[in-house]
């Protein structure tokens, strides 16, 4: 009889570890999409005007619209101004660089 109890308690035990590893990653990525407004795209120098709400992932607390280069010139060819968006972003030695980005629903 303790057998099965230790064996379902560790069922359990690794049961609710994975279920948290689930809820922290989805938690980062939300943490980690952006909203925002296309107000411009600049095919030529492979950037994008985005108008934003909080970025805490780039430690941007204030909403405020910025020029982001794009790590892959076919994103500016998916979305066209005025389109809303969710994105996300890094920072690199160039400047603020969108790395995902996708029409919001």
Same mark, same amino acid.
């Given at each position: 009889? %303790? &057998?099965?109890?230790?064996?379902? #308690? !560790? ?7 994975? =279920?948290?590893?689930? $809820? %922290? &990653?989805?938690?980062?990525?939300? #943490? !980690? ?7 411009? =795209?600049?095919?030529? $120098? ?60």
């Amino acid at each position: 009889m %303790n &057998r099965i109890i230790n064996i379902i #308690a !560790a069922l359990a035990l690794t049961l609710s570890v994975a =279920i948290g590893a689930v $809820a %922290n &990653r989805a938690l980062a990525v939300e #943490a !980690a999409s952006i909203s925002g407004e296309v107000k411009k =795209i600049d095919e030529g $120098a492979g950037k994008i005007t985005l108008k934003h709400g909080p970025a805490k992932s780039l430690g941007m607390e204030e909403p405020m619209t910025m020029v982001y280069r794009v790590k892959d010139p076919a994103m500016l060819k998916q979305v066209k101004v005025g389109d809303k968006v969710t994105f996300e972003a890094e920072e690199a030695a160039s400047g603020y660089t969108v790395t995902k980005m996708d029409k919001a629903k």
